[in-house]
């Protein structure tokens, strides 16, 4: 735990770095960009077919009535559009994790490298493209477990569990490769997320509840969907923040572990060095006296 929670108030500290704020208006931009160049060419389409699909579900007509009967009919024209929004926060969040993993990760692990372990050996235990397609492949799983979830989000407590869990299996996925890819060998790498899977999942659950406290703006009320122009913009830049954080986590805790590794290799290798070849080495006794140095003899002329 005390490892985990001194990483914790290193990354903290380490997203005040200008380099870091500088990198994470990158994610944003293009996020902001895809979200609006979506909204523009899909929103009213999207929004017309769900309305097309409520209208024709049984159920969703029974609580239509039931809201009509208690005066709160206007409700009706906002479940569209709020549907809408709650089926692409998944997917913002998952795109915004992937951003910040692929534009941001590297620069990050390479800052607290250089100043934080400026010593370690640079093993290259995993490519960018490895990288890329484990983040992929990770990416798939956790959207399919999303989609497979969604009918047990109508139970109230469940819509509170579950998208953080996946969000947090899916951090830990990520960022604890990418933390390692550099620094580590591929088998320091497999040892580390085999020692440390249950401290790297916690901390990737507990960064997926981070990453899901801008979901509850659209929870507060069906008014602040005329907000959505203003609002998507800032729960996208609070996304990033909160996966540049949890990136910078998990560099922190990886690193610091593959250093506390490769010393107890160390000792374990000194350890196993015979004692015999540890004692100190005689010396070579001494030569002995060389004979004085006796002048050439000189030849007597004639």
Request: net charge neutral; proline share 8%.
């Amino acid at each position: 735990m005390k490892p985990m929670l001194d990483a914790f108030w290193r990354a903290a500290v380490y997203c005040m770095h200008p380099r870091v704020i500088a990198l994470s208006f990158l994610p944003l931009i293009l996020m902001v960009a895809l979200s609006f160049a979506l909204g523009f060419f899909f929103w009213e389409s999207a929004v017309a077919s769900v309305t097309a699909w409520l209208e024709a579900t049984e159920f969703v007509q029974s609580a239509m009535g039931w809201l009509e009967r208690v005066g709160m009919g206007a409700l009706r024209a906002a479940f569209g559009p709020l549907l809408v929004l709650v089926l692409a926060i998944p997917v913002i969040v998952v795109l915004c994790l992937l951003l910040v993993a692929l534009l941001m990760t590297p620069a990050m692990v390479d800052l607290v490298g250089k100043r934080r372990f400026p010593a370690m050996e640079r093993k290259q235990g995993g490519s960018l493209i490895v990288s890329v397609f484990w983040s992929l492949g990770s990416t798939l799983l956790a959207l399919f477990a999303l989609v497979a979830s969604m009918p047990l989000w109508l139970v109230p407590p469940l819509v509170l569990i579950l998208p953080p869990l996946i969000w947090g299996w899916l951090t830990y996925r990520v960022f604890a490769f990418d933390a390692l890819a550099v620094h580590a060998s591929a088998a320091e790498r497999k040892t580390l997320i085999r020692e440390h899977r249950g401290t790297l999942l916690l901390m990737g659950i507990l960064s997926g509840y981070l990453g899901a406290a801008p979901s509850v703006i659209w929870a507060s009320g069906a008014m602040l969907i005329a907000l959505a122009p203003l609002l998507i913009p800032v729960a996208i830049w609070i996304y990033t923040l909160v996966f540049a954080f949890a990136s910078l986590w998990f560099s922190h805790f990886a690193l610091a572990a593959l250093e506390r590794l490769r010393a107890a290799s160390a000792v374990e290798v000194l350890d196993a060095v015979p004692r015999d070849s540890l004692e100190r080495v005689e010396p070579l006794p001494d030569a002995p006296d060389a004979p004085p140095f006796l002048p050439p003899p000189t030849s007597s002329g004639s």
